[in-house]
């Protein structure tokens, strides 16, 4: 399964299972379509290594990061990571279904 592929699953999964929560799980748009649309983006706030997703729990968000089971963090993902942990919040890396639901089930 691809990222997108898992992405989508577990989204799916808690727009239908949750629909009392619909729109405290949404995509971060941080993957623009060419270098024009790139620079367009930057200039409004699209920020390099942002988390695929964010949930908005009701302990605070949590930013979710979907990976492949082999898959690694960009250097500017894991500066990311490491800028929403020392302000408190919860990054969670996603590799399968289970561990998606676990990280929004606290």
Known sequence: MTEQQLQAH???WHWNA?????????????NPRDARQGAQLKVMGMISGVA??????????IFLEFKTATGRQT?????WQSQVENA???????RNFEEFVKSIDI
């Open 10 to 12: 577990c989204f799916t």
């Open 18 to 30: 949750r629909p009392e929560e619909r729109g405290l799980l949404y995509m971060n748009h941080n």
């Open 52 to 61: 695929d997703m964010t949930y908005l729990s009701k302990n605070g968000p």
């Open 88 to 94: 408190g919040y919860r990054y969670c890396i996603i």
């Open 75 to 79: 250097d500017r993902q894991k500066w």
